[in-house]
């Protein structure tokens, strides 16, 4: 039976891992390639990196970064931010990312996930989408619109149409945000990660809300989430993926102890 | 020499640092001729079996593995590497393989909707039978897949092959591991003679995969414990 992730997600500012809440008011919590080996070490199932700043200051991913991840941990982990071309997918895999994360660049250039997935395949390519409540709006039924650039720019796209599209044309997992959840820690958004899950043939992994062990086990179970990403849990509460994972087993959620 | 077959599969250097990491001196080789003093080799991949063998077969790494099986050096084969040792894969719209082992590569095609391919995360590895490159303490443990193809062995529960390979007077093999998903159960580790192939990811399988690449690398070749 395949088992439930924990992704442990840091955000990477000027080098240094923060939290954003809501994208504001980040604080630093530490250096992403020593942080990493702690996570690995306590029986994190998996990490992203995003690094915030790098397309705002129009530079790549940090790819010595990246390096000096790889060679301490022998788990899988996602590289994003700042991934402008096909040629900056190709160094960060090649520096031993496992996966690379698309966002704004896949709204704006939805070519560039078809053609990852063509050179790479498709399990590399990860489609990382911010999903914004819009209830009632007709224009997109799911619920929710796609925002990019970290959140401020609507991008006119159904969050469930924008999914399936993305799966079709080639991303092999679906990393999707809820950016009114996110940093408020009162829960993931259930109802749009099971939309989403239910619409794709790709895993999902569900990001932004987990303040309690109780809403990992909530989005695994009932929102159809393939893996569940924390942070705060993390970063400032210092719970340990095991000390997590234990009592997700304990409340029924398959997991690796 | 430790030798990492190199020929443009994806995502190798993870397998390379895993490698160092249990005291290995992994050198990258990218075709025969660089391979020739090789007297261990890992031969990962990711990618599409097309591809792959395309590459392989351009660089004589083909007739290289061979030539390594029979001169009983130690193979560990990961992921594709593993496909790849079969007959014939279905990707691709089919596309004929190594014949190393005999059997072929079929996709997921799962009943339940829900059910996703790729396999991708961490499952349950069974191992019903002690082999030199698994921990002693059975019955498994959890490792890190990611495939949309799986290898389904031609041979019977006593590694007796009911279809050889084309050219080979082949004894088939024996499944060390195997693994629940998409609605079957299929073989995640098999062997024969110094040949050991894991569909998981042991260098991304955490300290349960380094364990398995520390075996490796002080393994004589011999399937017996």
């Excluded at chain 1, 698309?102 to 078809?114: F, G, H, R």
Aim: net charge neutral.
């Amino acid at each position: 039976m395949l088992l439930k992730r924990l992704i442990i997600c840091l955000d990477i500012r000027d080098g240094k891992v923060t939290k954003g809440v809501r994208f504001v008011d980040n604080r630093e919590v530490g250096d992403p390639a020593s942080l990493a080996r702690r996570y690995y070490e306590e029986g994190v199932d998996e990490l992203v990196f995003y690094d915030i700043t790098a397309s705002a200051e129009g530079r790549a991913i940090d790819i010595d970064m990246v390096r000096r991840v790889a060679e301490r941990i022998f788990i899988p982990f996602t590289v994003g931010g700042g991934l402008g071309s096909l040629s900056d997918m190709r160094s960060a895999l090649l520096a031993g990312a496992e996966k690379v994360s698309l966002n704004s660049l896949a709204v704006t250039n939805p070519a560039l996930l078809e053609e990852g997935a063509r050179e790479f395949g498709r399990q590399c390519v990860v489609l990382g989408l911010d999903a914004k409540r819009r209830p009632g709006d007709p224009r997109f039924p799911s619920g929710c619109e796609v925002v990019i650039r970290g959140g401020r720019t609507p991008a006119g796209l159904d969050v469930v149409e924008w999914a399936k599209r993305a799966a079709d044309l080639g991303a092999g997992e679906i990393c999707l945000n809820s950016i009114d959840a996110d940093g408020v820690r009162d829960g993931y958004d259930l109802d749009i990660t099971r939309r989403v899950a239910r619409a794709v043939p790709v895993p999902v992994v569900a990001s932004g809300g987990a303040g309690k062990i109780i809403h990992l086990r909530d989005v695994l179970l009932r929102g159809g989430a393939d893996a569940a990403l924390i942070a705060s849990l993390a970063h400032i509460d210092g719970r340990t993926s095991r000390d997590i994972k234990q009592e997700l087993s304990g409340l029924g959620v398959a997991v690796r102890l | 020499m430790l030798a990492i077959l190199d020929y443009g599969a994806g995502n190798i250097e993870s397998v390379r640092l895993a490698l160092r990491h249990v005291g290995g001196r992994p050198e990258f080789v990218r075709d025969a001729a660089a391979a020739a003093g090789a007297t261990r080799v890992v031969f990962p991949g990711v990618g599409t079996a097309r591809q792959c063998m395309d590459s392989l077969r351009s660089r004589g790494l083909d007739r290289f593995l061979a030539d390594s099986l029979s001169r009983g050096i130690p193979v560990l084969a990961v992921c594709i590497g593993m496909q790849l040792l079969f007959d014939f894969s279905e990707e691709d719209g089919g596309v004929a393989a190594l014949g190393l082992l005999p059997g072929r590569v079929r996709r997921f095609r799962p009943s339940d909707p829900g059910c996703k391919i790729p396999h991708m995360g961490w499952n349950r590895v069974d191992t019903g039978r002690r082999h030199p490159l698994l921990p002693p303490a059975l019955p498994g443990g959890d490792f890190y897949f990611v495939h949309s193809y799986y290898a389904e062995p031609a041979w019977n529960a006593a590694g007796v092959s009911h279809r050889p390979a084309a050219g080979a007077d082949s004894p088939g093999g024996l499944v060390y591991g195997a693994t629940a998903y998409a609605g079957l159960t299929f073989a995640s580790a098999v062997g024969t003679g110094s040949l050991f192939a894991t569909q998981f990811h042991p260098e991304k399988s955490a300290a349960a995969g380094l364990d398995i690449l520390a075996r490796f690398l002080v393994w004589d070749g011999s399937p017996c414990c």
